[in-house]
């Protein structure tokens, strides 16, 4: 079974710029979550959707958004990007029913120059 | 506000010695946590959970102890490999919200 991948690996973009990334799941997987990781903050849980719906939503602002499709892709979107949103952006599937088993991807990396 | 707590950012253990990762949370409606581990340039993958009905669950060298009452729940390894090097994060859950993770311990293993 494939695992979760990630699209793409690493992006350099500059303030104000916008930018998308990818994430298909495991497939049967209805759930997927995605995290920012930066140093020394951890895994800050930004939103999760299941069969095309946000379920669970953390504290980032609203030029953080995410969308799912019906084949439970996933899409993340940051607007206007700021050098603070340099991250390690992880999308992380479940099957929605045992959301404690996250089976992460290896991530994106973003680079805000 | 950081619900889940670890305090040590690194710890560094002889080859063949326990490691000892502490976890500390806030939130007492969690009930159910688990232990991830990271590699440089990779996904965290999940290495073992426990319930808060229990307060031991073992898996082959890795075993994690939770004290509701101190709200601490600890990841022991035995013997460490330096295969184990790596970034620990501790999460925590309420049933039907997100995982909290905490800022992770990275944890290397000296030969």
């Known amino acids: 079974k494939a695992g979760v991948t990630q699209t793409p690996r690493y992006l350099i973009k500059t303030r104000g710029q916008q930018v998308t990334l990818s994430c298909s799941p495991i497939s049967g997987h209805r759930s997927v979550s995605w995290y920012q990781q930066t140093p020394g903050q951890g895994l800050q849980f930004l939103f999760e959707y299941f069969s095309e719906t946000q379920r669970n939503k953390g504290n980032f602002p609203g030029r953080f958004s995410g969308r799912q499709f019906s084949n439970s892709r996933s899409e993340m979107n940051v607007s206007t990007l700021e050098l603070g949103d340099s991250a390690l952006y992880l999308c992380?599937?479940?099957?929605?029913?045992?959301?404690?088993?996250?089976?992460f991807g290896s991530g994106t990396q973003l680079s805000v120059l | 506000d950081q619900q889940v707590k670890q305090n040590s950012p690194s710890l560094s253990v002889q080859e063949g010695r326990i490691s000892i990762l502490n976890c500390d949370y806030t939130?007492?409606?969690?009930?159910?946590f688990l232990w991830y581990k990271k590699y440089p340039a990779e996904g965290p993958t999940f290495l073992i959970s426990i319930s808060s009905i229990k307060d031991k669950n073992e898996d082959g060298r890795f075993t994690v102890f939770l004290n509701k009452s101190a709200k601490h729940l600890s990841l022991h390894i035995v013997p460490s490999q330096p295969g184990d090097s790596a970034v620990y994060f501790c999460a925590a859950l309420h049933s039907g919200y997100a995982l909290n993770f905490g800022k992770g311990t990275s944890l290397l293993v000296t030969p």
């Open positions: 992380a599937s479940s099957s929605g029913t045992d959301n404690e088993k996250l089976f």
């Open positions: 939130n007492s409606m969690f009930d159910y």
